[in-house]
């Protein structure tokens, strides 16, 4: 598929992936997003403030990686407590995009997470596809659509064909926007994060085509602006 290609990205623009519930995919979708900017060209940092350091320890094998590939797109990442989260903010001046992955219970430092969301270009809120998700993550949009915050839901580990998928979905949309582009349950996705890598680093991957996608959603409504590339 013809990627859509960046046109003059705007400075400093900074994408928080947040959402109170634990393993729902904010890391991953973190180190997806930010394998897409940099394979797009795009000067992106990876700020992880979750204690757990899940997406600077996929860093880490990342790095390793690079020393055996060095074609392997180069993306740095920091590590940064929560109580530090401005310098996460000044860190996205000298970048094209920041992509920010927080810790599950974000909402219990209630102050900083909605000071940080409020310095967002655009809030991506990760949910599964259960009513204990929307338990979890409807109260936290409410909170941030409430604030005036820039933010979607994007349904991870989603699938079409069960019943409960339509009804979940109008529960999510009765609270806030949805992002038009759900992720499925593939192993390609956590067995490359495990090698430090990413699906768009690989062109064939089985979820290639959706996080193509669920960049270009992502990039444009953090205000990138991205021009369609000439068809492959
Ligand atoms: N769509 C998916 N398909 C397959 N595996 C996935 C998918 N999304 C996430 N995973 C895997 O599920 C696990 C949990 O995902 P992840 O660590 O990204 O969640 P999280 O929200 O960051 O968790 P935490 O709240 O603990 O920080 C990881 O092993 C990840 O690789
Ligand atoms: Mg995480």
């Not at 060095?70 to 000298?94: Q, T, Y």
């Not at 909170?143 to 839901?153: G, K």
């Not at 890598?197 to 959706?210: H, Q, R, S, W, Y």
């Amino acid at each position: 598929m013809a990627r859509p290609k960046p046109d003059n990205p705007q400075q400093g623009r900074l994408i928080l992936v947040a959402s109170p519930k634990g393993g729902v995919g904010k890391s991953c979708l973190c180190r997806n997003l930010l394998v897409s900017a940099a394979k797009d060209g795009i000067r992106v940092l990876g700020v992880d403030l979750d204690q757990q350091q899940t997406l600077a320890k996929w860093h880490a094998r990342r790095e390793r990686v690079r020393q055996t590939f060095p074609d392997c797109a180069e993306v740095p990442v920091m590590a940064v407590p929560v109580a530090e989260w401005r310098s996460a903010v000044k860190a996205a001046e000298g970048y094209d995009l920041v992509v920010i992955d927080t810790p599950p219970n974000i909402e219990a430092q209630y102050g900083a997470a909605l000071s940080l969301c409020s310095a967002a270009d655009f809030v991506l809120v990760p949910t599964g596809a259960t009513q204990d998700d929307i338990d979890s993550c409807a109260p936290w949009m409410k909170v941030l659509v409430d604030a005036e915050i820039r933010a979607s839901f994007v349904l991870n580990k989603a699938n079409r064909r069960v019943k409960s998928y339509e009804t979940i979905r109008a529960k999510l949309l009765q609270v806030g926007s949805l992002c038009p582009v759900e992720v499925p349950t593939l192993e390609d996705i956590h067995v490359s994060a495990g090698k430090g890598l990413a699906v768009p680093d690989f062109t064939n991957a089985k979820a290639a085509a959706t996080f193509d996608a669920l960049w270009c959603y992502v990039a444009r409504e953090a205000g990138l602006k991205l021009q369609v590339g000439a068809a492959a």
